[in-house]
């Protein structure tokens, strides 16, 4: 890319309807690889981690699935977030650690969770208006 947009020129492009619909949003590809109730969450263990196996993760993740872990993990790799190295040894083992695609995602996560953090209190359910 030969010129990073400015928010400033985002902004201009989105009021003069330059980009107004999802297939020439440049975020919406990055949305569309990440969606799913578990790709965050496997990306946050290894921020926490930095490599990662697969037992880790099954265990850090309480609810998924063997097979909805494995095919979230395939679709990371497959993006380019997330390296697997098999080890074949006794027993035999994956390892699991970002890209540097990957890594590049972190600090987006982070402007997320200032984000969260500044509306925490918005983000909560809205008690029922008719208890007291």
């Known amino acids: 890319m030969d010129h ?29 690889m990440l969606q799913g109730k578990w790709k965050t969450q496997i990306l946050y263990e290894l921020c926490i981690h930095d490599t990662v196996r ?6 850090e993740l309480p609810g998924i699935t063997n ?24 027993p035999p083992h994956v390892e699991y650690s970002f890209t540097e695609r990957g890594r590049d995602l972190m600090p987006i996560f982070y402007q997320i969770m200032l ?15 008719n208890e007291e």
């Open 115 to 129: 984000w969260g953090f500044k509306h925490e209190k918005d983000n909560l359910p809205k008690d029922n208006e």
């Open 54 to 59: 697969f037992g880790t993760l099954k265990k």
């Open 4 to 32: 990073v947009m400015t928010y400033e020129e985002y902004l201009r492009d989105v009021k003069k309807g330059i980009v107004t619909d999802l297939g020439n949003c440049p975020v919406t590809p990055l949305l569309l």
């Open 67 to 90: 097979t909805m872990l494995t095919n979230s993990l395939r679709e990371l790799e497959r993006d380019g977030f997330i390296n697997r190295v098999q080890f074949n040894e006794i």
